[in-house]
């Protein structure tokens, strides 16, 4: 079973609308190596998990948990960075702007708008649909932990290249996080093959940055946070194996028990001309008479 | 942000191992309205939701973390259902059995063997792969409630079809434990829309079963629980809307805080034939040094 | 635009229900090279024809729209050979029959009796869905007619095989008619190129087939359909192109105009295990109040 | 069996073509919620049509004719959006433009011009192909009628969002054609679950529009378009359920018998830079023979 | 550009059709961890490769071009264990067997026979269409170097667990060819990671494996063939690397310059049964004259 | 069996980087007509030939042969039109521009960027993956022929459209060489299908053009190579059909025995800021160690 805790796992930062970005962080979402895939490979293997191994299932489950999160988090974010993208503006050449005239824009995805009301889809930044193509489970622990390590590790690589496309704070903010924690993700499964053998040399982490160059990133490791990680459940035995030093010698690894304490959910106002929510002043004030709030109107295009 | 519950929503009966029936269950895994749509549809519904209106975003939230956990017991099931169906015994014509032998039996699902490790696969009945394109959320209120409606009735429909198909009990406890979640589902969504003006008369809830002949729902629906939700979260507004008379007239509406308590969650063997978890005795001395138990040898095949 | 006319375009002839042929027939419903692929690639060439060649044009939409009912006469076939497969019996290992018991048996499409309630899908025989890849319209007019003749040719060359894999009546009877109007379209096709300057020597038509050993086929050669086409329109231009002798010397090529006289639509009764349609004695009452009949009880499973 | 009319079901308004409002409008073509999906949908529900209640079936059958005749609509507007689109200019760094240079504009669909010569293709507004994955059929007649309510709805909801991405005259023409006869179809399933038990309050139709700023959309409005229903058919019974007041309180519907009179259907030029059809002056030739027309020379690219 | 090589480059041992096992046997052709997949991965990895490594290039590009002929092998494999299945007898109930009447058996691939006249498809034991979407490049050396090692690991995985379904020598013979294969390849990219820093201790291979139970692939190995490399390629530097004890302990690596001599490639006969290659009395005379043989004739169905 | 020759088939004229050309040209790596499918469908027609005819197969697998090497061209293409675009500027609105900024240029392809460090994908410029649903293997010999002369055609007919769109030199040079050998391969088929009986009359080639236009094509037809087909294998008895006048009236047929001499191929430098390869200092050394060049120093970005 599982709780949802109406809480984001990190703030993101206020910017101007841009669908381009949000377009791009889509692969973040619903991408062969975004946090849809994770999350589902990662409670796959927790489900299907043979022999007497906790410590193993409980690094897949913790991680996991944490991805619907991420999950939640990318949603989110592409949210903010398509709320009133639309009604900024039009094409140049249509002086008599139309409310939803830049959903033609080809740097953006036209689904955001006419389909998904200026929100997030479950598809990558080619405009592909998720497929469960995608989730690898093959009951062996070694290959999957050293797939988990590789899937960890494209994240991060992809999620690097975002960081080079734009300068949006609200994209950025995800963005930054993300390469920090793909990266204590990397070190879990890193560090489970290591009890199990394996010395790392210094092949990893991949990618290899130079975060004097990514400040938001930087922030983010001064407080250790590429070291940590939660373990999103009660009784979890993660701390048997996330411990001690980093298998890439930057730093001690550390297990917190729970979840952290997370930032508002942000709330996104009515669209009229993406008939969203689509309430008439009837419906609104229905909807009020339950909420408890006097109704407000809104207008239908 | 989620945190996950090391506990199951309901419990799995015991019986033999069907591997017919765990291919004919992946439907409510992996298929178009299966487990994995409705979280992931209502997961997507609530990260994009529009307007002041917590109630029946909680609905959704709500209803959406409680299908997280319907994965996990889904996919749990078919474990069940599949582990030790290779060695049982192989095809008649083979008298020197093979150990995965019965894996070419067209009733089943190969994957399950060739892939999974006789374990879960995110596919439905049929072996298509999960994909989101099934995820629906236009970012209208109304329709997305009665798409949910319809959403939910179908995979009701859906499950009471499996519960004629096969009377394992393992297939059969998660079957009819879903076909009465799905009936407090219905009523979730056809509730939000009676407080919105909608009288539904007698056309729902479909199907339209007799309960005299499926033992198992009788059961379960004399605790209630075809007129429960709980809200799988803390501070749900859910309340203000799942409550009063059933939208068709059976009963009581029952908002719950928090989740339910919760039943064990199965272990699996390990399963030398299938190189599951494949540890050799030197990786699981490794192990059990790091789980605190003494190792245990697995031969390899 | 287009009129539905409530007739099939061929008699399906009556047999026992036979699940294993109903799956295996898809194949010309929702297959790559099925009906519903002829239909939609001729109206997608007719719609967006180019150039002052009505003749060509008509021959496209013609044959497209009499595909419109191949992909109907096709459906109702596999209904008639599911129609009741479900309740005929069980798996022999289960004495106490379930009324979809023999959904699990993998010589069938579990879909056709978990999603579809006994009845067709767009899917073909190995259960994949039906993709709008196939679609071939490059607006190449030469391209186009080649494609097609080697569509219509691929087409009747699976019928070929379909025919020798089941002898039941149902399922051989729509399989002879499609054989010999597939080879009717290989003619108009191959008849189109022919105008414009190819000599086939003797290299059509693929299959060549000995019909002395297909005696339903030969019937309906015998009425000369190998070499008729109906123009499915008013003011059609096909019979310019389509006369003369077959371009593959064997017999004379008739244009007819309009459709021809049709046979009764087969009716599907209420599957009450598959709550299908799924209507209580009050639903009944009042589908009979709108149709003018005495109600029926429906027993709910 | 279907006849094909020669008739546009509304004419399309003539402007400058539109590349980027061509690749919009595909969503109501290939889009999951465009026309080649109800009229998939509708005729496998009629195909495949359980029990005796035949003013059911008939509303699910003449709406279903109606959509292929929306899918040539559609299918021509594309392609009158289109055509010369590729040499009416080039990119502004491409001073000796080239005829085709447009065709790289991310705002379009390449496939327009690389695969179809400037015409329409089976694809959704992102470029993914149509998929038979969408096609619903329960058995369900209570299920069946909610989802096509849904689908018509949210079919109407994408096109009221396209109305406000461009004022091309021949795309608003067909987007508001659609936007009115998508409420009409809304009324059809809306009123069979309303004779039923339904009573749909105030909830419907979605989306709800302000005709006021969208004038074509009143023009036909004016018509009484939005209450009225051809059969497309003989002998429909349609009727019995189609009258009386709409469920949605804005007048009163009307059946019509048979199809409406209709508009020519355009006829696409040569386009020797997509080399389609692609004839040089032998088989432009050998074309006019046949047609009875004097030859026209194509001059290839 | 590539040379094709008349030969195999394993023998295929004879025994008698197995449609089930050629079913199976699809995973190692066209699924996701299969033959298809190792050579297009390689080879876009080869294609796309950046920087000054030619050795390590070279490992990706000569095992890629191995994997061509593994594509070649297991097609043939399938090929062997269908041809002439259908005509061995039909289905029990059928006593007039008819020619392809097995095809209808859920155990087999329908569409072996339907489609693709007793020969290999590109498609996964489950039947589903191999997918690009498999292919991973990312760019990364070190990235692209563990994903292909945790691929072979896993191909041979799946060939394990192939082994063990079933005991039919043409599958068997390829069947351990393959796991001593993928295990060479395994060592080439685990030994391109050690020489870059990695120490794997005793976690790989993965699986490991008992050969005293696996006969044939014990056979293979005696002559050291899971220990070398062809360089299917001239002046390749593949062997700068793949040299010295095995990164697993079991043995000395060996780069051979060029390709093995091979094996004859089989010669499969006419099924006039599946019209293939279809040709009638007069075109056997014409390609007699071109082959310079007396024709054959072939007797059409 | 296959060997690797490292040499590209054809020279890759020097240019700008160019993405949206090089979105465009995937069409033809990774497009359903593109070398991806020839080479695939080309090879399972050849593993799966039936009958005693080797001319006939040696066409099919000679052809086949010379696609990889086709793919490996237009892979190289288009890494050269993608090489460097990140670096080259950022958009007009970002003054301080960022590396890897005009990926979100929506007449590129993101992936290209995001996914494979600048270079090729296995897609078409839509952005859709390959798929084996592409590939067309009827067992017939006649209707494989008439199909693969169709897709040779249709393959041409896209890269004449290609030729249109953009005058950058590399993207030129490997269309115009492309144009110039499918017209090759669409005699190879033709061919075939006249020594079986059919005359062409005039409708061949498709598309007829006019090389006068297109300077870089009429200088490869000088050279003779639209009437030239290499056998890429030994032993070939290709020349026994492809030998006489083209069966387009347009020269005399030649078949050269093996491959052509060939082009060096490109080498791709570092990118740094696609961290590819991604090696650090130490790494380098190491991979300098093992090529036995002195190490050089690529920056992290």
Redesign the interface.
């Known amino acids: 079973?599982?709780?949802?805790?109406?809480?984001?796992?990190n703030e993101i930062k206020k910017d101007k609308p841009d669908p381009?970005?949000a377009?791009?962080l889509q692969?973040g979402l619903?991408?062969?190596f975004g946090e849809?895939r994770t999350m589902?490979q990662y409670?796959?293997q927790n489900?299907?998990?043979?022999?007497?191994?906790?410590?193993?299932r409980d690094i897949v489950?913790?991680v996991?948990?944490e991805e619907?999160?991420h999950?939640?988090l990318v949603?989110?974010t592409i949210?903010i960075l398509l709320d009133g993208a639309s009604t900024a503006g039009g094409k140049p050449d249509?002086p008599?702007t139309?409310?939803?005239?830049n959903?033609?824009?080809?740097?953006?995805?036209?689904?955001h708008?006419?389909?998904?009301?200026?929100?997030?889809?479950?598809?990558d930044?080619?405009?592909?649909?998720?497929?469960?193509?995608?989730?690898y489970?093959?009951?062996?622990?070694?290959?999957n932990l050293?797939?988990n390590?590789?899937l960890e590790?494209?994240g991060r690589?992809?999620k690097?290249?975002?960081y080079?496309?734009?300068?949006n704070k609200a994209f950025r903010s995800t963005v930054s996080y993300l390469i920090v924690r793909d990266l204590a993700h990397e070190k879990a499964f890193a560090k489970a093959?290591e009890?199990?053998?394996?010395?790392?040399?210094?092949?990893?982490p991949?990618?290899?940055?130079?975060t004097a160059?990514m400040p938001e990133v930087k922030e983010l490791e001064k407080k250790n946070m590429h070291n940590q990680q939660w373990t999103?459940?009660?009784?979890s035995?993660m701390a048997?194996?996330f411990k001690g030093p980093s298998p890439f010698g930057d730093g001690e690894l550390e297990t917190l028990d729970?979840?952290?304490e997370?930032f508002e959910v942000p709330?996104?106002?009515?669209?009229p001309?993406?008939?969203?929510?689509?309430?008439?002043a009837?419906?609104l004030e229905?909807?009020g008479g339950?909420?408890?709030?006097s109704s407000?109107k809104?207008a239908?295009?």
């Open positions: 079973m599982f709780l949802s805790v109406e809480k984001l796992v381009a970005a377009r791009a692969e619903g991408g062969q849809m589902m409670q796959f489900f299907n998990f043979r022999g007497d191994a906790k410590p193993f489950r913790g996991g948990t619907i999160g999950v939640e949603a989110n949210n249509q008599d139309l409310p939803l005239a959903a033609l824009d080809g740097d953006g995805n036209i689904h708008f006419l389909v998904a009301a200026q929100s997030s889809r479950p598809v930044a080619a405009g592909n649909p998720w497929s469960a193509l995608y989730v489970d093959s009951g062996n622990l070694v290959l050293l797939y390590l590789m590790a494209t690589l992809q690097c290249r975002l080079q496309m734009s300068k093959l009890v199990l053998g394996v010395n790392w040399g210094n092949v990893l991949v990618p290899k940055i130079d160059k999103f459940a009660k009784d035995q048997k194996i729970g979840l952290p997370g709330q996104l106002p009515m669209r001309e993406e008939f969203a929510p689509g309430l008439d009837g419906l229905k909807v339950i909420t408890g709030k407000k809104e239908v295009a």
